[in-house]
């Protein structure tokens, strides 16, 4: 009989259940970008979920291309010197969450890699989904 595997990513934990979300009430999104020059930024590094107990979860991928799932306040933004510099934000209306504000989540999927770990997240809201995905690294946000 083989060992049970862990839905855990080796080198960040699972972080905090994903059904703990389950019955919290979004009430903002933070996002964060890495800013270069005067390219537009491709997608956020991450997201804050903000709760109406004013706690926030983050999410956000890892090095070996897990989603990272982990209870945080959103971070400051910083100047990189010549690597550009890290914008955090409220996401407003450019969040597939932004439709689902003033909504609590009413379920949780999660899909996991047996060597990476945790690689998506679906929350359901009662009028509609959001998957947010880890895909070839980066923070991918689909409203489904």
Known sequence: MEPEKSNECPLHDGG???QSLVG???TGVVGSWHL???EDPVGPL???LVDDQKAAVHITTGSDWCLIVEVSEPH???DMGDSGLIAVEAMGDSSPFAAHIGESVVAVRE???PNTG???LELSFPTGRV???SWGGDLRLTAV
Do not use: F, I, Q
């Open 76 to 78: 400051v933004g910083h």
């Open 111 to 113: 899909k996991h890699e």
């Open 36 to 38: 270069y020059g005067g």
């Open 24 to 26: 919290r009430r979004l």
């Open 16 to 18: 905090p259940s994903a």
């Open 46 to 48: 991450g997201v804050w």
């Open 131 to 133: 998957c947010c995905e």
């Open 118 to 120: 945790r690689m998506a």
